[in-house]
Nanobody, 124 residues
Framework: QVQLVESGGGLVQAGGSLRLSCAAS????????MGWFRQAPGKEREFVAA?????YYAIAVKGRFTISRDNAKNTMYLQMNSLKPEDTAVYYC????????????????????WGQGTQVTVSS
């Protein structure tokens, strides 16, 4: 059974930093695409960042967030710096299970496995 478990969320002041982790179990994702999404109250789930052979970022976080992975630990990370109140959301990690035709890496329906989410709150 595949499981993705996020950790590292919390409350931080604007300008601060947090590091999210996503630990995978049940299968290896070293060659699969993995990503981070977020969902604020009343809004749709939106793409944040993804990683496979290269990295992809939403415009809103590019230059502030860094996605990375440690294949030996089957774990993905999201380093978030210069946080803003508008970054407040539940952050979800996700992984693709196989080949995706015309893969954009940025659409929730391209991902097969999801974590339960971790809350990030940025105060002004």
């Amino acid at each position: 059974q595949v499981q993705l478990v996020e950790s590292g969320g919390g409350l931080v002041q604007a300008g601060g930093s947090l590091r999210l982790s996503c630990a995978a179990s049940g299968r290896t994702f070293s060659t699969a695409a993995m990503g981070w999404f977020r969902q604020a109250p009343g809004k749709e789930r939106e793409f944040v960042a993804a990683i496979r052979w290269i990295t992809y970022y939403a415009i809103a976080v590019k230059g502030r967030f860094t996605i990375s992975r440690d294949n030996a630990k089957n774990t993905m990370y999201l380093q978030m710096n210069s946080l803003k109140p508008e970054d407040t959301a539940v952050y979800y990690c996700a992984a693709q299970g196989g080949f995706k035709y015309e893969n954009t890496f940025s659409k929730p329906n391209e991902y097969d496995y999801w974590g339960q989410g971790t809350q990030v709150t940025v105060s002004s």
